[in-house]
């Protein structure tokens, strides 16, 4: 299962958007619109972007939106998307490890249902440089169906591919060493719920006083 997701991302990317609904049954952008309330100022950095479909939700709502993301399969149908939608945001290709982004660039950084890269201490260290002081890292990371029949579970299991991270509070031990104040915090529907965490880094003194 985790091979056919990582070929998800790659070379069937075309249909991403298709399985995502499907394996969701529907809750896919209602998760991923979990990030927009706990969005803080204007510039936003989207890593892992994937077909670009939040990045346009933030941009309609005014928010400055730039992107990261290492699939040239996603990249290329994320432009098209948001050509098509007359929505400007600048893409480009880049590891989270590695971002081409000065410091504090951001005031919010944004990922859903990341990959392995979420656990790499070389990209914490990134995200935590890119982002502002005062900023937040909004991850979604768990979704989970409330259904108990057959077909659910197994959608719960293929969910559990893309939130690998485990559950917020496990995410949040992952991020323990970025410094970040970090906090579980969760969403429910009929449907479904989905986890999200959510770490504030650590304002500037002004040095008065």
Do not use: H
Not at 134 to 162: I, M, Q
């Amino acid at each position: 299962m985790a091979f056919a997701f990582c070929r998800l991302y790659n070379e069937f990317a075309w249909a991403y958007d298709g399985v995502s609904y499907l394996v969701s049954r529907g809750e896919w952008r209602q998760w991923q619109q979990a990030v927009l309330p706990r969005l803080r100022g204007p510039r936003i950095l989207e890593i892992g972007f994937g077909t670009g479909d939040l990045l346009s939700e933030m941009r309609s709502q005014g928010y400055l939106c730039y992107g990261v993301e290492l699939s040239p399969s996603m990249l290329r149908i994320a432009r098209r998307k948001l050509k098509r939608q007359g929505v400007e945001a600048p893409l480009c290709r880049a590891r989270a490890q590695d971002m081409p982004f000065q410091d504090g660039a951001f005031d919010s950084l944004v990922s859903t249902f990341p990959s392995s890269f979420i656990l790499d201490p070389r990209a914490q260290r990134e995200m935590v440089r890119v982002l502002a002081p005062g900023g937040r890292l909004v991850v979604v990371n768990e979704g989970r169906l409330w259904g108990r029949d057959p077909w659910s579970r197994f959608l719960n299991r293929a969910l559990k591919v893309t939130g690998g991270d485990g559950s917020p509070v496990q995410l949040c031990e992952a991020l323990g060493g970025t410094g970040l104040e970090l906090q579980p915090e969760e969403e429910r529907s009929e449907q479904s719920r989905v986890g999200v965490v959510v770490g504030t880094k650590e304002e500037e003194e002004d040095g008065t006083g």
